[in-house]
């Protein structure tokens, strides 16, 4: 017979002991406690979840969806788009024209700035949906650091005093003039007013500082963007937008008579 048989078979076996009148008392092996070991299981399962979901995320990629029509036409309400962040985390460069997710400024969030309690930190960094959330906005990089920037209505953006060729991803021209910092400024999301420059800044120029982005919605003048809340810091960036995987086909509209 197989000497690991046999082990295991003594193993299984009750085992006898003598008591203090001389009596035989058998003594069987306790059973691993099942309630226990799922418990444990389970833990294991979730803390690797979350793990990997965080490892995905800061590392590689992360998918968003839509919600607004700020970025119409090139992304519709609903749209699924994934989020890569490779290029941020080996160096690459922000170039004008990338469509970047970022967490907005603060002025645009009634001055509340993100949160660093364990339950937001830990949404921040898995998406799951039951956990604090916090809004991300997604635009098109305009203005570079050291651009100067000035909006002309009805006619576009110029950076240093060239005018953009923007007719392959703008809804319509800007329907506002933007000269010099004291022209930034609107309404937040929440209906509040911004105005993001001191009275001493409000006849500079617009320039854009280091470390910061210009950055606008691709429908001008439905969008809270730059034009409202002023630069954005490079550090709020979440990552660029890279491949659109999911969108909503409606079908188009046919006469009633059709149907009938």
């Given at each position: 017979?197989d000497p690991d048989?046999?082990?295991?078979?003594r193993?299984?076996?009750?085992?006898?002991?003598?008591t203090?009148d001389?009596?035989?008392?058998?003594?069987?092996n306790s059973?691993?406690?099942?309630v226990q070991g799922?418990?444990?299981?389970i833990v294991?399962?979730v803390v690797v979840?979350l793990v990997?979901?965080?490892?995905i995320r800061?590392a590689?990629a992360?998918?968003?969806y839509i919600?607004?029509s700020?970025?119409?036409?090139?992304?519709?309400?609903n749209?699924r788009?994934?989020?890569e962040?490779v290029s941020g985390?080996?160096?690459?460069?922000?170039?004008?024209?990338?469509?970047?997710v970022?967490?907005?400024?603060?002025i645009e969030l009634?001055?509340?700035?993100?949160k660093n309690?364990?339950?937001t930190?830990l949404?921040?960094?898995?998406g799951?949906p039951f956990?604090p959330?916090?809004?991300?906005?997604?635009?098109?990089?305009?203005?570079?650091p050291?651009?100067?920037?000035?909006?002309?209505?009805g006619v576009?953006?110029?950076i240093n005093g060239?005018l953009?060729?923007?007719s392959?991803?703008?809804?319509?021209?800007p329907?506002y003039?933007l000269?010099v910092?004291?022209d930034?400024?609107?309404?937040?999301t929440?209906?509040g007013?911004?105005?993001?420059?001191?009275?001493?800044?409000?006849?500079?120029?617009?320039?854009?500082?280091?470390g910061?982005?210009f950055?606008?919605?691709?429908n001008?003048?439905?969008?809270?963007?730059s034009?409202?809340?002023g630069?954005?810091?490079?550090k709020r960036?979440v990552g660029?937008?890279?491949?659109?995987f999911w969108r909503?086909?409606a079908p188009p509209p046919?006469?009633?008579?059709?149907?009938?």
């Amino acid at each position: 017979m197989d000497p690991d048989s046999i082990t295991t078979q003594r193993s299984e076996m009750p085992l006898e002991t003598k008591t203090t009148d001389g009596t035989a008392e058998t003594k069987k092996n306790s059973k691993p406690n099942t309630v226990q070991g799922f418990i444990r299981e389970i833990v294991e399962l979730v803390v690797v979840t979350l793990v990997l979901l965080i490892v995905i995320r800061w590392a590689l990629a992360e998918a968003r969806y839509i919600p607004s029509s700020s970025m119409e036409p090139t992304l519709q309400i609903n749209d699924r788009l994934l989020v890569e962040k490779v290029s941020g985390h080996l160096g690459k460069k922000i170039q004008r024209g990338d469509i970047l997710v970022f967490y907005p400024p603060p002025i645009e969030l009634g001055g509340q700035d993100l949160k660093n309690d364990p339950l937001t930190v830990l949404g921040r960094l898995t998406g799951l949906p039951f956990l604090p959330y916090e809004p991300a906005f997604i635009k098109r990089t305009i203005g570079l650091p050291g651009d100067h920037i000035r909006i002309q209505h009805g006619v576009g953006v110029y950076i240093n005093g060239q005018l953009l060729d923007e007719s392959n991803y703008t809804k319509e021209k800007p329907n506002y003039d933007l000269n010099v910092l004291g022209d930034i400024g609107g309404r937040s999301t929440d209906g509040g007013v911004i105005q993001p420059y001191r009275a001493k800044e409000l006849n500079e120029p617009i320039i854009v500082p280091p470390g910061h982005l210009f950055m606008m919605g691709d429908n001008r003048n439905n969008s809270e963007d730059s034009h409202v809340w002023g630069f954005l810091d490079q550090k709020r960036v979440v990552g660029r937008a890279c491949l659109l995987f999911w969108r909503h086909l409606a079908p188009p509209p046919y006469p009633q008579i059709l149907d009938e």
